[in-house]
């Protein structure tokens, strides 16, 4: 039966050997799977069950501190990580998996009725990404998949990571991105409340039935954005499998429409249609007014 939903997604751009590629997560040679008309981003390793989106930013890890051999993947990188102190926002996923085996690796998920930096039953930890309680300059990596979009104030959020990650540490993240557009801001705080100046978006959340509320749809001015906050970025992956006009941008009510009809269907993966796109910050350093940052 399972077979029968899958078609096997072939992407030159992959690393090739022998007719299957090697998967960056786990390092096994695999045919790549997808369920037919969803996100090119979502194909899945059969093995370690790592996305698209999870192999790119596993490729920028290796890409930036081991080498850009192609025969390294996570599961062989160990121990050109075990030194740097490295923070996920998750706590699960095929990335967490390997990264959990690090003696410097901390991760955490966010829940409401636990104390900030404390654990819950199962011994995970409690952060909320807008009031960490990390101290300053703590990290060398951070890590966060797909979670800026559904941080109440980004702004925020992003100045949080800048503030523990170290001089010269990266931040490495996916966001689904809206390339050629402008950001949209769908719902804005005030205090606990949520005013929302676009109809509400939820994108699907293993965690949580209703999903995971969209609060900015981020787009191309990112980079200026996050420059502005201190924090230099380029693109590091983009994998393009679709145009601009292919990528989901809910701002009218026809659009809405349509979002809520694939909602409906249980078939979000097959509206929700982005690139594969993996972003790299630096915190940098400034000596003598000089910008120390690699990009510039
Ligand atoms: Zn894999």
Do not use: W
């Not at 930890?125 to 109440?152: A, G, M, Y």
């Not at 949080?160 to 689904?176: A, Q, S």
Request: charged residues 25%; proline residues 4%; positive net charge.
């Amino acid at each position: 039966m399972l077979s029968r939903l899958f078609s096997i997604f072939k992407n030159k751009d992959d690393d090739y050997i022998h007719g299957r590629r090697k998967c960056s997560i786990c390092g096994n040679q695999v045919d790549f799977q997808i369920e037919k008309g969803s996100s090119l981003r979502e194909s899945k390793c059969p093995i370690c069950k790592g996305t698209r989106r999870n192999r790119d930013l596993a490729k920028v890890i290796l890409m930036t501190y081991v080498n850009n051999d192609t025969t390294f993947s996570l599961s062989s990188a160990m121990a050109y990580l075990k030194k740097f102190v490295i923070y996920e926002t998750q706590a699960v996923g095929p990335i967490h998996s390997y990264l959990s085996n690090l003696p410097k690796y901390i991760c955490s998920e966010f829940f409401d009725n636990i104390p900030l930096g404390s654990l819950n039953e199962d011994g995970i930890r409690c952060e909320d990404i807008e009031d960490l309680s990390f101290p300053d300059n703590f990290f060398d990596i951070i890590i966060t998949q797909d979670v800026f979009e559904h941080i109440k104030n980004p702004s925020k959020g992003f100045t949080e990571i800048k503030r523990v990650l170290k001089y010269d540490g990266y931040h490495i993240f996916t966001i689904p991105f809206h390339e050629g557009r402008k950001s949209l801001v769908r719902v804005k705080k005030d205090g606990s409340k949520n005013i929302f100046s676009m109809p509400p978006v939820y994108h699907l959340d293993p965690l949580k039935e209703t999903g995971s509320l969209v609060y900015t749809d981020f787009g191309k001015d990112i980079i200026d954005y996050l420059k502005s906050l201190g924090l230099p970025t380029k693109i590091a992956v983009h994998e393009k499998f679709y145009s601009i006009d292919d990528i989901p941008y809910i701002i009218d009510e026809a659009e809405y429409k349509r979002y809520l009809s694939y909602r409906e269907k249980g078939e979000l993966l097959k509206y929700f249609l982005y690139n594969s796109v993996v972003f790299i910050s630096q915190k940098f350093r400034v000596e003598y007014g000089r910008n120390t940052s690699n990009f510039g």
